[in-house]
C-alpha cells in the first residue's frame, strides 16, 4: 500500500485520495468517504500535539498509514456486504 496523502484544514484531518478518511481532531466524529457516499467511522483516531506539530515524523507517517489501512478494509467490507445484498435482493425477486 502507498503512503497516504493528507492534509489539515484546522481541526479537521483528511487522509487518502480515492476512499477518504475524514478525522475531526475535537469531537472524533469521524467518517469516510468513498464512491460519493459518506458514512460514519465510529473508530477512535488520536494523535499527539507534538506529532501534528510535525516532530516525530516517522511515527506520524506509521499512525497515518495504519489508520488509512484500518478505514480502506473498513470500506471493503462495506463494499462486500452492498454486494452481496443486491445479490440476495435478485434472488429474492427471481424466486417470487
Given at each position: 500500500m502507498q503512503e497516504a496523502q493528507v492534509t489539515r484544514d484546522g481541526n479537521i484531518l483528511t487522509i487518502g485520495k480515492d476512499i477518504q478518511l475524514i478525522v475531526n481532531l475535537d469531537n472524533q466524529q469521524n467518517y469516510v468517504k468513498y464512491d460519493s457516499r459518506k458514512v460514519p467511522y465510529q473508530r477512535?483516531?488520536?494523535?499527539?500535539?507534538?506529532?501534528?506539530?510535525?516532530?516525530?515524523?516517522?511515527?506520524?507517517?506509521?499512525?497515518?498509514?495504519?489508520?488509512?489501512?484500518?478505514?480502506?478494509?473498513?470500506?471493503?467490507?462495506?463494499?462486500?456486504?452492498?454486494?452481496?445484498?443486491?445479490?440476495?435482493?435478485?434472488?429474492?425477486?427471481?424466486?417470487?
Open positions: 477512535e483516531i488520536v494523535f499527539g500535539k507534538d506529532l501534528l506539530e510535525g516532530k516525530r515524523q516517522n511515527v506520524f507517517r506509521t499512525a497515518i498509514n495504519y489508520y488509512y489501512e484500518q478505514a480502506c478494509r473498513f470500506v471493503e467490507g462495506l463494499q462486500i456486504a452492498e454486494n452481496y445484498q443486491k445479490t440476495i435482493n435478485t434472488t429474492v425477486r427471481e424466486i417470487k
